[in-house]
């Protein structure tokens, strides 16, 4: 074993050199990756929604102009932000529940919701299909307990493509969580409840403000990873609430629009980017989590 | 050990790699049961015949084709692609001549022939119907645009493609030979009438699941995908009155590079033989007029093209050249 003193001496030692050289010099290899992987695609997409089918701003005109393209903005921004209230609302219930488990049941759970993670996106967008039809587990269940008499409709409209993509963003909340919420004090709740704070007191004005990075990243990223969402939004959806995503698939894929698809994922880029400085401005994190 | 199993894994990788630039030709389709027949009805008889190493990929993706044809980077040989987007492909310079040469078209069905493209197979949209839980059937599109006789949800195609407009304004009354130009106002103020009653499929697989289950007890299929249903033990009853008829084609991409094996695939696929086992395989039309001689006569006579008496043709050069406006208006319409 290293001391962490040795270390540092160490890298000290050797790495002054090269740090005379300037940061910028170090950077440079990943710098020139995110300008081949990154900035040249956008550009070459920018070029293409203000060069086709004519030159000029027109493709921006017609997707901001038009009722149903801003519809589908609309509609975008309204899932993405349902889907984070929902997946914040149960996610940080289950994130507490796993940072006061006892440490090996808490592994195991965390294994099966990494095991969810990793199974094929496709395959568990499909069994929601099954699982949410009229003649599915839920409704007849709900229709065999004498709950409602006919099916509920659950699936191809808003609340399909909510329970979905909740089901699949739950994990990118709780982790984040889970790592902020288990750096906090158990002493301080009961110091809390000793100064005489009501449970819900505790909870608004203790826990969630300690969690609140947590809170913060986590919501940040599932909206974000929400706003791009294609596959579950385009199974489990009517096309009366099409997401953004959806509406670039068809102008690229179908209609072969590169200029109307280029300025629409250049918007949801725009949106990303400015509610990601948005979060650097207010909270000073990235998005890794809480300090 | 672990050194032994990175050059085992390198080894392993470099060895995929010699293969696949090995190929002598790609092929690219839809995926799903069709691609599989095509691959086993044309693909790996032609490779064993011919010695030729073929590589299937998939989707088939527009964007794509343009993007590989503009970048000068081609890496697909023959796709299967929709007969009205090879019109309007190949009026925009990106799909290669076919060579009539080596590709026989004299007894290939002519309406599925153009310079740039032969049929692959030949299909029609009908009116499928799950039995086993509804007590009456559409019949007709206008049934199937009734929600007052039939209620219930039905389904449609959700692409914008041949098919739902032309269904639309057959339900509406409009006569057959009077379908085009298609009148959209009307098409869709039809639509409206039952759009809130409409489930849409996207994929072949997707519309059997809907009938399968009930989600969607009706609605508008490829009757192939009703034949494979069929056979799976749901009773499903198809109904060939004024059925809609369009054909996915055979192109090659403007600069492929293995041009001559992809024109000598075509026209193997394209033979009676091989048309006749993909409509085997597929539930499909073939595109080569001998290909029913060389079938079980019980079989031929599921197939689209032993119902031409009610058929009606989708016109391809009319939706090749109002494709993307019909496209725009079809897609805010759905969105609305």
Redesign the interface.
């Known amino acids: 074993m290293v001391s962490l003193t040795d270390t540092a001496s160490y890298t000290r030692g050797r790495r002054r050199p090269l740090l005379r050289l300037g940061n910028f010099g170090l950077t440079l290899p990943a710098l020139l990756l995110i300008i081949v992987f990154f900035v040249l695609p956008v550009l070459a997409l920018l070029v293409r929604s203000v060069t086709e089918p004519v030159f000029g701003l027109g493709n921006y005109a017609e997707l901001l102009g038009s009722a149903t393209y801003l519809k589908i903005f609309f509609n975008t921004f309204v899932v993405s932000g349902v889907v984070t209230i929902v997946s914040l609302a149960i996610g940080f219930p289950v994130a507490w529940t796993l940072a006061i488990m006892p440490s090996r049941l808490a592994s195991i759970v965390f294994a099966i919701l990494l095991l969810s993670m990793w199974t094929n996106l496709l395959a568990r967008t499909y069994a929601w299909m099954v699982l949410l039809q009229r003649t599915g587990l839920i409704n007849k269940t709900l229709i065999a307990l004498g709950l409602i008499d006919k099916p509920l409709p659950l699936v191809n409209n808003l609340t399909g493509v909510t329970i979905g993509m909740t089901y699949i963003m739950l994990p990118f909340i709780i982790i984040p969580l889970y790592g902020v919420i288990r750096k906090i004090d158990p002493a301080i709740l009961q110091a809390a409840a000793l100064c005489g704070a009501t449970r819900w007191q505790a909870l608004t004005r203790i826990l969630i403000p300690l969690a609140a990075p947590g809170m913060i990243s986590g919501a940040l990223m599932v909206f974000v990873m929400s706003l791009g969402y294609f596959v579950t939004p385009a199974l489990l959806g009517g096309t009366a609430n099409m997401m953004l995503a959806e509406l670039i698939a068809q102008f690229v894929q179908s209609l072969v629009n590169w200029g109307m698809g280029g300025a629409a994922a250049l918007v949801l880029l725009v949106v990303t980017l400015t509610l990601y400085a948005i979060q650097l401005k207010l909270f000073g994190t990235a998005g890794a989590g809480g300090r | 050990m672990s050194k032994l199993f990175t050059i085992a894994t390198i080894a392993a990788l470099v060895g995929v790699g010699s293969q696949a630039s090995a190929a002598d030709m790609v092929f690219t389709s839809w995926g799903g049961t069709t691609q599989d027949v095509q691959k086993a009805a044309w693909a790996d008889k032609f490779s064993s015949q011919e010695g030729v190493n073929i590589i299937q990929d998939g989707p088939t ?3 794509k084709i ?1 993007a590989m044809v503009e970048a000068g980077g081609v890496t697909w040989d023959v796709i299967d692609v929709e007969g009205d987007y090879a019109v309007q492909a190949g009026n925009n310079g990106l799909l290669e001549k076919l060579d009539f040469s080596v590709i026989d078209k004299t007894k290939l069905d002519p309406r599925f022939v153009t310079d740039y493209s032969v049929g692959s197979f030949y299909y029609s949209f009908v009116i499928g119907c799950n039995k086993d839980v509804v007590d009456a059937c559409p019949k007709t599109w206008a049934d199937l645009f009734d929600t007052a006789k039939f209620p219930g949800k039905r389904t449609f195609y ?3 493609a041949p098919g739902v407009i032309e269904a639309a304004l057959l339900a509406d009354g409009v006569a057959p030979d009077k379908l085009y130009p298609l009148d959209l106002d009307r098409a869709f103020k039809k639509l409206d009438t039952i759009k809130s009653d409409i ?2 499929w ?1 994929a072949g697989a ?1 519309s059997q ?1 809907l009938l399968a ?3 969607a007890p009706f609605g508008s299929f490829w009757n192939g995908r009703l034949t494979a249903l069929a056979e799976s033990g749901v009773t499903v009853e198809t109904s060939w009155e004024q059925n809609i008829t369009a054909a996915d084609v055979l192109v090659v991409p403007k600069g492929a590079k293995n041009k001559d094996t992809a024109m000598k695939f075509i026209a193997f696929a394209t033979s009676p033989e091989a048309q006749a086992e993909m409509a085997k395989g597929t539930g499909y039309a073939p595109t080569n007029v001998d290909s029913s001689k060389l079938m079980d006569p019980e079989l031929a006579k599921t197939l689209p093209d032993q119902q031409t008496a009610s058929q009606i043709n989708a016109d391809m050069s009319y939706w090749a050249e109002h ?2 406006e019909i ?2 208006r079809w ?2 319409w ?3």
Do not use: F, H, M, T
Request: no cysteine; aromatic share 16%; net charge neutral.
């Open positions: 993706d527009y964007g343009k959700k692409w914008s489930i849409w996207s997707q699941q289950s009930a989600e494709r993307d496209g725009e897609y805010a759905q969105a609305k």
